[in-house]
Structure formats: C-alpha cells, structure tokens
C-alpha cells in the first residue's frame, strides 16, 4: 500500500473500527463489511491525524477470497474533515469518497510481495504499469477498519486551501534570462557567493 510521509495512522494500534474478517470463513460470493464511526470514535481519529476534526467517518467494503488463502478487499471510505489552509490557516472542508482496493496473502505465500536483494539491497520490486502486488499479513484474521483507517488517511488533502488564500508574497517565474533555469544565471550567482567567501 502506498504510504504518505508521515503518515500517523501507520502505527502500530488497534483500529477504531475493528472489522475483523477471518480469512478462511469467507464465503465464495464474498462478505460485507460497513461501519460507521460515532462522535467519540471521529475525536480520536481528528486526533491520530493531527487535523482540526473530523465530522464523519464511514466503511463500506466487500472481501472476497483469493488464491484460497488470501483475500481481496474492495471499497469506499467516506467522510467529512476539517485541515487548517496551509495559507491563512481557516478551516478548509474536504468531503472525502474514496474508492480502495487490496489484496492479502499470508506470510510466505508465494503471490506476496517480492523483494531482490542482489540487485537493490532488499528494496520491493514494483511494477509501476501493473496492479500493486498483495500485501502479506500474519495470523488467520484480517481487519477490514485497519486498512481503512489507513486509506482514508491517505485521502486527506496534502495542501489544504482555503477558497480566498492567496500567495501575497509568491513572485511567478516568467522565464526570463535572470530565472532559476538560466544555467548563466545560477553560475552568476555561484561565482558571486565564491567571491564574496574569498573577500571575508
């Protein structure tokens, strides 16, 4: 699953809508997984965020076997949040309705995730034009509330702005001979700062 920098709901604690699915009991045609968070529940969420609230929060998944001993989950998270505009810092309202997909095998399994030691120091092989590869998990129980937990923190907006910020102090770039991109520019400035180095 792809991860946000700092993301603060990858650690390690219980979901706050544990929805546990135990792999081996799920039925051919797949099970239906829904909750809703209550008012308790989107506090400590706003709080594991770090953003100013959250006003909902809300499941609605199906997982289906694969491979016999894994599972593919397949949803949406949905709710409402509140983040402080990276501008002027008001609040900025984002209703999220996230569509999300995993799918899981046990550790071992030869579907998991693969990793090439030799060739990039145990970093994952991942190929950037196909399906993410399943994710492995340890026991017989999977919970549906962690990964979703996970997703919708990955929905939340990484610049929240609100509709009347404005950048007062940003200088737009119009390309002229004394811009950032102008290499005879940037050696101009290099052979100023070596200048001014050998002076003190």
Request: proline residues 7%; charged residues 30%; contains cysteine.
């Given at each position: ?17 544990s ?48 491979k ?36 899981l095998v ?21 190929d ?26 990955l ?33 101009a ?12």
């Amino acid at each position: 699953m792809t991860q946000k920098h700092n993301d603060p709901v990858t650690e390690k604690r219980d979901p706050l809508l544990s929805l546990p699915v135990i792999v081996a009991r799920i039925k051919s045609l797949g099970e239906v997984v829904k909750a809703k968070a209550d008012a308790d529940q989107c506090a400590e969420l706003c709080r594991r965020l770090g953003i100013l609230s959250v006003k909902s929060f809300a499941i609605d998944a199906r997982v289906t076997p694969f491979k016999k001993t894994g599972a593919r989950m397949e949803g949406r998270v949905m709710g409402e949040v509140e983040q402080a505009c990276v501008v002027t810092l008001k609040p900025v309202l984002q209703v999220i309705d996230e569509p999300f997909s995993l799918t899981l095998v046990p550790e071992g399994s030869p579907f998991a995730r693969k990793s090439n030691d030799e060739l990039s120091g145990g970093e994952m092989i991942i190929d950037p034009e196909g399906e993410d590869p399943p994710e492995a998990f340890e026991g017989e129980v999977i919970d549906v509330g962690a990964y979703a937990e996970e997703f919708f923190a990955l929905a939340l907006d990484d610049y929240p702005r609100a509709d009347d910020a404005d950048f007062h102090d940003h200088i737009e770039d119009k390309g002229g001979p004394d811009s950032a991109d102008n290499p005879f520019a940037a050696l101009a400035g290099l052979k100023d700062q070596l200048s001014t180095d050998g002076e003190n």
